[in-house]
């Protein structure tokens, strides 16, 4: 369902990304970790087609981002790491923008909308404007939008951050469903614990190249760390190729 | 301490200018704004001395001190200054995105105050500043005088722009402690209201029956007339009397009034810092409190608008909807609205007045006519112009942090501006007809030229939007630090330039309609087919004009955001 290969970015002299190839399959989780600067995010954002990459394709159930952005973006969802959205709309003004967007029928988007808002405990905050809503109600409704047209490919940057305690594990348990539901789910995140949960299988990127992928069991077997947890193999690898960006 | 709450803002724009741009690009961009923005301080010093000149000459008319127009000028000035200075408050001290730091840090209430009213007072008033000096300037070089005039002016603006800077602390701090969050809007569109029907009423009162009007003598009797700009509570004629007595003495206690000055505005800052001493704790309390603003009956309100708008594609509603929201909930967008809609009404004020100049020769007078015919096009469009770059230009812009959800979604980048640019043309449009028709009633054109001005209206405006909305996304910034900025950048600048052409343009076949109907009342007929070609020839010329040049906007448009992609 995401098809990256050979994916490289580079802006000016920086190397953003460097031949990156990846896939992830129909009911999969796939998490992507990395330190800050490592590459995730401009990998998810030439996912989303907000950039081109500079070589390499990405497909999106078989959509090309760069030859077919339009048809890419209609079969997927997307949640920023940072949820800006529009303040002066109310919470449900928001959800028909979206569903409006993505052309979808008025009764459908209806239901869908108050299935999301019940689900994700916005229903009471539905008539407020966006700019009375918290970070994390914010976070929470950017998830809605991106679930609203009910997308075969869900992408999600950094999705824990500003969730409390409950938001973070409504989130991971809806996540769990829609994979069981057929969704291919890509997300990047620097919380390993998070990684460990729930992700399927696993990318570690650190300086615009993967270094290892596979579920937990692969990359432990293939780095000889058979003991250790995942924090000691993501500070093993990522310290013998450098530290901070 | 106040240095230092003012330096985020210098070193912003110190490395915009460092970072963003190559030297050279930045260099030419500077090159062009210099060029323009001296033609244009050239144009008013011109304008101001040679309207000096006919007042100094025609004194066996009238007898018009200097003092009058100065005052006239910085009343007008007065007026732009609170507006301005009331949206620069309402932005720094309470919907700041730096407040909530600045609060929670050590800082005493005095250097808030300090370091925000040294902020609103250099961002509302440097234009006012640029554009008022070569007005000031040609009033010195009219009446032939010293050093001491300019050095005086210097001296005497400074109060004179704290007045409405500290009026405005004052005033905002009170509604922002005294009203819910979600009556703000309404408070300032009252209060707005009040400010214009209070000018229009004294104005209307202080006046003689203007249609009496036979000559530009009988202006200048108008204008000396006028009681409001010399009504002495006002600072603008403090003023324009310590300016005014120095370039003309009549023994005009110009001293007091200087003195007037300097204690008024020492007298509001110091109350403005009480004020804010006293009550910005709980009026910036009360403006965060944003559980209380406006609620929706989302869902109806949906249900509605889709029914209203049938016609329109689901994404092209998403988007127009969007928009029309985004706007009339922006109070700061509503009063700005307001400012420009008095700007028109002056504008429409203004061309009567000289429809007004009556008694003249049966040939002048149809070619007078002509010419105010003409004129009003020309103004209208520059009018509209004027509100384009203020509203339609930066709303590509304006999408700010949240364009990544138009980026992601399955819309194409064309369509995104094609329904920015429906949505500005209506309501643009229906101004526009209505500023053109207005201007052509006010000067009793025939109702055939009435509507042929209408029509044309809605031909330039299609140009003028399209070239704001395109120009708009060419020369996007989605990191701004305030909307206003947007307006007066350089990418404003250059869609003003380019619309200035396309109004020319247009004006090409406007005055050959204009020509061809003014020569039949000289007897030049053509036959019907000549002047339904000639006609028909110019209106193609005018709407395809006007078509390729949004078009083009467009296209350029959609290229420089798929450019952002690379």
Request: aromatic share 10%; charged share 15%.
């Amino acid at each position: 369902m995401i098809e990256l290969s050979n994916v490289s970015k580079r802006f000016g002299e920086f190397q953003a990304v460097k031949e990156i190839s990846l896939e992830v399959r129909a009911g999969e989780i796939f998490g992507c970790l990395g330190m800050n600067g490592a590459g995730k995010t401009t990998t998810i954002r030439m996912m989303t087609g907000i950039i081109h990459p500079n070589s390499g394709t990405i497909r999106i159930c078989g959509f090309d981002t760069v030859s077919e952005p339009e048809r890419a973006k209609a079969v997927c969802g997307y949640v920023p790491d940072r949820p800006y959205i529009y303040n002066k709309l109310t919470g449900r003004e928001f959800l028909y923008f979206i569903a409006e967007l993505y052309r979808m029928r008025s009764e459908e988007a209806e239901k869908q909308i108050d299935k999301l808002l019940e689900e994700y405990g916005l229903m009471d905050w539905q008539d407020e404007l966006v700019e009375s809503y918290s970070h994390g109600m914010k976070q929470r409704l950017t998830t809605c939008g991106a679930l609203v047209h009910k997308p075969r490919v869900l992408i999600l940057d950094e999705p824990m951050v500003g969730l409390d305690p409950h938001g973070s594990r409504l989130l991971k348990d809806s996540l769990r469903r829609y994979a069981a539901e057929g969704m291919c789910i890509f997300l990047s995140t620097h919380s390993l614990n998070v990684a460990e949960e729930i992700a399927d299988r696993l990318a570690i990127i650190h300086k615009g190249q993967i270094l290892t992928a596979g579920t937990l069991a692969q990359i432990r077997s293939n780095h000889g760390l058979s003991q250790n947890g995942l924090e000691e193999i993501f500070i093993e690898l990522t310290a013998t190729t450098g530290s901070f960006t | 301490m106040i240095p230092v709450l003012i330096k985020p803002r210098l070193l912003t724009v110190k490395n915009r200018l460092k970072g963003n741009y190559s030297l050279r690009t930045q260099f030419g961009r500077d090159i062009v704004i210099a060029i323009f923005s001296l033609g244009i301080l050239w144009g008013i010093h011109r304008g101001t001395f040679e309207a000096v000149q006919v007042i100094k000459n025609n004194t066996h008319a009238a007898y018009l001190p200097p003092t009058i127009p100065l005052a006239l000028l910085f009343l007008l000035l007065l007026v732009m200054l609170m507006l301005s200075n009331a949206v620069g408050v309402l932005a720094a001290l309470y919907h700041g995105r730096d407040l909530d730091l600045l609060i929670a840090s050590p800082i005493s209430k005095l250097t808030l105050f300090a370091g925000k009213f040294t902020d609103v007072l250099f961002g509302s008033t440097w234009m006012a500043i640029v554009f008022a000096m070569p007005a000031i300037v040609a009033f010195g070089q009219s009446y032939d005088v010293g050093w001491t005039y300019y050095v005086l002016a210097i001296g005497t603006m400074l109060p004179y722009f704290v007045i409405p800077c500290a009026l405005s602390v004052i005033l905002i701090t009170i509604l922002c402690r005294f009203f819910p969050a979600h009556r703000t809007r309404e408070m300032l569109l009252i209060m707005v209201l009040l400010l214009v029907m209070t000018a229009y009423m004294a104005f209307r009162a202080a006046q003689p029956d203007s249609s009496k009007l036979s000559d530009i003598n009988e202006l200048l009797r108008l204008i000396n007339v006028l009681s409001i700009p010399q009504a002495d509570w006002i600072p603008s004629f403090w003023l324009a009397s310590v300016l005014g007595e120095h370039l003309d003495p009549s023994g005009r206690p110009a001293f007091l009034y200087l003195v007037l000055l300097y204690s008024t505005a020492l007298g509001l800052t110091a109350v403005a810092f009480l004020t804010i001493r006293a009550l910005h704790t709980e009026a910036y309390a009360r403006s965060r409190d944003t559980r209380s603003t406006l609620r929706l009956q989302s869902k109806a309100a949906h249900r509605r608008f889709r029914a209203l708008t049938p016609f329109l594609d689901s994404q092209y509603r998403a988007l127009i909807g969007k928009e029309l929201k985004n706007f009339s909930r922006d109070i700061t967008q509503t009063i700005q609205l307001m400012l420009l809609l008095g700007l028109c009404m002056i504008y429409l004020y203004n061309f009567r007045l000289l429809h007004a100049v009556k008694d003249l020769p049966n040939t002048t007078k149809i070619y007078w006519q002509a010419f105010l015919v003409f004129t009003n096009v020309g103004m209208g469009a520059f009018v509209i112009t004027a509100v384009s770059s203020r509203f339609v230009f930066p709303s590509i812009s304006l999408e700010g942090q949240t364009f990544w959800l138009l980026q992601t979604s399955p819309v194409k980048i064309y369509d995104i501006l094609r329904a920015k640019f429906w949505c500005w043309y209506v309501p643009v449009a229906g101004m526009s007809s209505i500023i053109f028709a207005s201007g052509a009633l006010a000067i009793d054109a025939p109702l055939k030229i009435v509507i042929v001005n209408a029509v044309a209206s809605w031909v330039i405006c299609y140009g003028i939007v399209g070239m704001a909305v395109g120009l708009g996304a060419v020369f996007s910034n989605f990191e701004w630090e305030n909307a206003s900025q947007l307006a007066a950048s350089f990418g404003s600048l250059i869609f003003m330039v380019t619309s200035s052409i396309v109004i020319c343009l247009s004006l090409i076949p406007v005055g050959i309609l204009i020509f061809l109907r003014t020569i039949r009342n000289f007897g030049y007929t053509l036959s019907t087919s000549q002047w339904y070609i000639s006609v028909t020839m110019a209106a193609l010329l005018l709407v395809w004009l006007n078509h390729y040049a949004a078009r083009w906007a467009l296209r350029a448009g959609e290229n420089a955001l798929r450019q952002r992609m690379k």
